[in-house]
């Protein structure tokens, strides 16, 4: 990922950097008695891959959490909770919803009755996880119990039905542990609510996801509670951020292994300030520089096909003069706005948001950013590579809304949906994100992998026109990130006196046929210089 060295056989590291790149003949004369020396053969070597938009305390929370949309059977919900099981600790809770939804909604598309809910109980639950407490929700609001949880909420044959609610109960008067209405919610408001204490566990194994897939460095939506305890928001703005309080955990206890760019919260940006955090400042692997907001809703200019519905914003949107003023106000202090944005007229209000700042503010040296950047229109691509803005696109979320983009917008339209090729031939810088883990309401997982990620963006099946090239894509993984926060001098290529970030993949992603992509494995993935177990 170097132009002034497009490729080389060998790399040579000390303590955190890189130290030489070249030949082997040039390195072999570096090699002494407590050097370690990995041989890749025909295997590759790149910088570690960097992950510009994720949310990382989600991730964590759902260590504990399983979505059973798609579990269309009591296997399929049994197998998933023995997954959870074997990823945490006796004795936590673990949850999840909803059992049987995606058949009720197949049958709601067709105009059909909804199949019946899968036959699930406490003893089913009892046999695959017998030392967790279990509560499942299912499509039509009952709720599924094992034994453990029913005897952590008091509730045995002599428990009487709530108001509201009914305890289903076997012939012999024993609780089968199915749950209707306030007896199932009782339950659900005794589970204890997510701590530090409990993130942290979680956090490991997101950790160890993020090693497995060669991510060295997280672009993350976070927040300070610190600072969201002194402000009056008028919604829950800071949904889906990761407290940054675990990622310094985390690095107090030396268990961070991956370098983190924290996306605060555009609203609270004065109390960043007063709380001294500044751009471009760090502690240790954690970074600061931008700020991050929200309008979405898929905001059209004209209605969607067949109706009068133009979209609307988002419930984390205050109002128009409050994000123009907070974009101005952050970009003065130096922070780059980061927004995530859908549909048309969502990003015509953006770019002017944008430019009024640049007007407003003396130069600096900003890497403004569209994320997602859904549906921008043929008005929205010109302006954003005229920018030179940064767009953050996801490949996954294209793969959600394929089936519906021309229905919903027109055969016009849905080829501006999600115009990746188009934006790169603008001017504009591509990231490729995961999103990860997926929707809040856990719906949908997105694939947190790079190389899935990028089989999707250079594979692409719904107008084929706007993909990516190999190369663009592992750019978009490496050097673009870098460059979107401001860290271009020290990471995204291998070079002599960058962080020794890198990852070693089983297979050449530049000469390995396209469908092939997505099975490269990652067989080592290296911070700092140090190759993480």
Aim: glycine residues 8%; hydrophobic residues 45%.
């Amino acid at each position: 990922m170097d132009p002034a060295r497009p490729e080389a056989r060998a790399v040579a590291t000390t303590g955190d950097r890189i130290v030489a790149v070249g030949s082997e003949r040039d390195m072999h004369a570096l090699i002494g008695p407590a050097t370690r020396v990995i041989e890749i053969g025909d295997r590759l070597v790149l910088p570690g891959f960097i992950d510009a938009h994720t949310h990382f305390g989600n991730a964590a929370a759902w260590s504990f959490k399983i979505g059973l949309y798609d579990a269309r059977d009591t296997g399929a919900v049994l197998a998933k909770v023995r997954e959870a099981c074997a990823r945490i600790s006796d004795g936590l809770w673990i949850s999840g919803g909803d059992v049987g939804a995606a058949a009720a909604w197949d049958a709601d598309a067709r105009g059909e009755p909804r199949p019946v809910v899968p036959g699930l109980d406490r003893h089913d639950l009892d046999a695959a996880a017998p030392l967790h407490p279990v509560l499942v929700r299912r499509i039509d609001g009952a709720y599924v119990a094992n034994s453990l949880t029913l005897s952590r909420a008091r509730f045995d044959r002599h428990t009487p039905d709530p108001r509201g609610g009914r305890i289903e109960r076997d012939a012999a008067g024993e609780p089968t542990g199915i749950l209707y209405g306030r007896a199932g919610e009782r339950v659900f408001e005794l589970m204890p609510p997510a701590n530090l204490a409990t993130l942290k566990l979680g956090a490991k194994a997101a950790l160890e996801d993020l090693r497995r897939a060669g991510i060295t460095s997280i672009h993350d939506v976070a927040r300070i509670d610190a600072l969201s305890q002194q402000a009056i928001l008028h919604t829950d703005v800071e949904r889906s951020a990761t407290p940054l309080e675990l990622f310094r955990e985390l690095q107090r206890d030396v268990e961070l292994t991956v370098r983190v760019y924290a996306m605060l919260s555009l609203p609270l940006w004065r109390e960043a300030l007063e709380a001294g955090i500044r751009p471009g400042a760090d502690e240790g692997l954690i970074r600061y520089g931008a700020m991050k907001a929200f309008i979405d809703g898929w905001l059209m200019e004209e209605p969607y096909v067949g109706s009068s519905y133009r979209g609307d914003f988002t419930f984390r949107f205050t109002d128009e003069a409050s994000i123009a003023a907070d974009i101005r106000g952050a970009d003065e202090a130096g922070f780059d706005a980061v927004v995530h944005c859908v549909g048309d007229k969502a990003h015509r209000l953006l770019l002017d948001w944008y430019e009024a700042a640049i007007a407003a503010n003396p130069p600096r040296d900003r890497r403004f950013r569209v994320i997602h950047a859904w549906y921008p229109g043929a008005r929205g691509i010109e302006r954003i590579g005229r920018m030179g803005l940064i767009v953050d696109v996801t490949p996954q979320h294209l793969v959600n809304d394929a089936p519906a983009l021309e229905r919903k917008l027109g055969l016009e339209r849905a080829t501006y949906a999600h115009p990746w090729r188009s934006l790169v031939d603008a001017g504009a810088r591509l990231n490729i994100v995961s999103d990860w883990p997926g929707s809040y309401n856990e719906q949908r997982i997105t694939p947190l992998s790079p190389l899935e990620n990028i089989a999707l963006a250079v594979n692409r099946s719904c107008h084929p026109a706007q993909a990516l090239t190999a190369e663009e894509a592992l750019r978009a993984y490496t050097t673009g990130p870098a460059y979107a926060s401001h860290e271009e001098d020290r990471k995204g290529s291998i070079a002599e006196g960058k962080i020794a970030d890198l990852v070693v993949l089983s297979a050449d992603v530049h000469t390995v046929p396209l469908e092939r992509i997505c099975g490269i494995d990652v067989e080592a993935t290296i911070l700092g210089g140090r190759v993480l177990a």
